[in-house]
């Protein structure tokens, strides 16, 4: 499938990091660093208490605001929850749903992932949604399968219109912060295999067009051989995001 016909996308996700004061000096030094950098879109997406200000400082710029999670209800007694509109009228863009870590630590399951998937595009929200397999599933043999049920449930009810502000992020658990990355070409087959998935559902234009990026521990020093594989049309960036020269070199890399 053509790479040329979709956008790439490198997004930081900042995880619990960076107060307010901190969030605009980031984004006051990265600006100019990828000032002009038009090959991708770029995101950061940042703690509930940081948008506002995030918005603000990347008023005029290349840079897009998101959002690390969202609720699947649109008010109610969620106490700690934030819902889509909540986030939308405060200027966020993008929102990252179904990361390993809320998996892992806060209960959510596939089903929980649709729901927010889907309220926000219902908002207007672009989404970031994360896939991906353990290291027992990994060595058990059944990463495929793993990512493509993870896949499937996420997208239901999502219609191919909608799938134009869907971005799918394979990211396997065992290379989340710990240093460990898939080879290029493991994250490559596991890319083509979501498109797959996508294209099964959905026909061969929309797969063609929908973004697929590779997240686990990718860095200024990988970033170029992963994003040159033919499936992996960006990035989704931990611990390099909190970095301007090493978030810019990954984003030029995209370009």
Known sequence: MDKSKRTAVIAGNWKMNMTPAQTEAFI?????MVAGLDGCSIVLCVPFVDIATAVKAAEGTNIHVGAENVHFAEKGAYTGEVSAEMLTSVGTEYVIVGHSERRQYFGET????????????????????????TLTEREQGVTLETVSRQTKVALMGVTADEMKNVIIAYEPVWAIGTGRTATAEQAEEVCADIRGVVCSLYGKEVAEATTVQYGGSMNAKNAEELLSMKNI????????????????VIVKAAQ
């Open 110 to 133: 596939d089903v929980t992932v649709n729901q927010r998937l889907t309220a926000a595009l219902k908002a207007g929200l672009k989404v970031i949604v994360c896939v991906g397999e």
């Open 28 to 32: 006051k030094e990265l600006a100019p």
């Open 233 to 248: 049309d960006g990035g989704l960036i931990g611990g390099a995001s909190l970095k301007t020269a090493d978030f810019t």
